[in-house]
C-alpha cells in the first residue's frame, strides 16, 4: 500500500515536499509520476532504494529531488522553484529493484500506485 501526502496550493516559486509512505521501502524501485487534466500519466523520478540511484525527467532536473528515509518506509520528492506547468495529481509508484534499470521512466513499469495527491502552483 503507498500512502501520498504533502500536496498542495502554491504560488510560483515556492516549494512542496510530498511524501510517500509503503509497508516497505528498502531494496525496491520507486517512483513519482503525475497527470494533468487532460495530458497522459507522466514519469517525474524513480530511485532505487538500495543505492539511492536516481532519475529525473528533464523538465524537473535541477528542480526536483527525490530521496528515500528507510527507517520510516517512506519516499520523499522535494519541489523546488514550482511552475503552473507543475500543476497536477502526483501519484507514487513502486515495483521490484530490477524496473529501476531500465531505460526512461514509464507506467508500465509500475504495479503498484497510491491515490495520489493534488499540486496547484498559479
Known amino acids: 500500500q503507498l500512502v501520498e501526502s504533502g500536496g498542495g496550493s502554491v504560488q510560483a516559486g515556492q516549494s512542496l515536499r510530498l511524501s510517500c509512505r509503503a509497508s516497505?521501502?528498502?531494496?525496491?524501485?520507486m517512483a513519482w509520476f503525475r497527470q494533468a487534466p487532460g495530458k497522459e500519466r507522466e514519469g517525474v523520478a524513480r530511485?532505487?532504494?538500495?543505492?539511492?540511484?536516481?532519475y529525473y525527467a528533464d523538465s524537473v532536473k535541477g528542480r526536483f529531488t527525490i530521496s528515500q528515509d528507510n527507517a520510516k518506509n517512506t519516499v520523499y520528492l522535494q519541489m523546488n522553484s514550482l511552475k503552473p506547468e507543475d500543476t497536477a495529481m502526483y501519484y507514487c509508484?513502486?515495483?521490484?529493484?530490477?524496473?529501476?534499470?531500465?531505460?526512461?521512466?514509464?507506467?508500465?513499469?509500475?504495479?503498484?500506485w497510491g491515490q495520489g495527491t493534488q499540486v496547484t502552483v498559479s
Open positions: 530511485i532505487y532504494t538500495g543505492s539511492g540511484n536516481t
Open positions: 509508484a513502486a515495483d521490484v529493484a530490477s524496473r529501476c534499470f531500465r531505460r526512461g521512466l514509464t507506467t508500465e513499469d509500475f504495479g503498484y
Open positions: 516497505r521501502t528498502y531494496e525496491v524501485c
